[in-house]
């Protein structure tokens, strides 16, 4: 990251996650309705179902739209796209510097969805 270290930074945040701090994480590809309510109530925003299904529906949109633009880096918001060019020693490099950077952390990322 441009500003520092990328685990220093989310622990940072991590340990403010009670003070008006939300987290979201690539867990939305899974459940995106649960992401927009969780989003909407942290917001102080009321949606009816209507408005909640359309909310939706334009997120996929966006995902879409991000996933086939041209101009958007290799990863076009791909998830998962890591497997494809982590090599078998990359990983193991990763889960080793992941492990000893983040190892106190009870913050958790899924990294295979």
Not at 15 to 26: A, I, P, Q, S, W
Not at 43 to 71: F, P
């Amino acid at each position: 990251v441009g500003y520092g270290s990328w685990f220093e930074h989310v622990q940072e945040f991590w340990e403010h996650r009670t003070d008006n701090v939300l987290f979201l994480k690539y867990d939305m590809h899974r459940d995106l309705v649960t992401m927009v309510e969780q989003l909407a109530r942290f917001l102080g925003v009321s949606c009816d179902k209507a408005q909640l299904e359309s909310l939706i529906e334009h997120c996929h949109q966006l995902v879409d739209q991000c996933c086939n633009a041209e101009a958007l880096p290799v990863g076009r918001g791909r998830v998962g796209l890591w497997k494809d060019i982590f090599t078998v020693s990359m990983n193991e490099k990763f889960d080793l510097v992941y492990k000893q950077k983040m190892g106190k952390c009870d913050l958790t990322f899924d990294f295979y969805l």
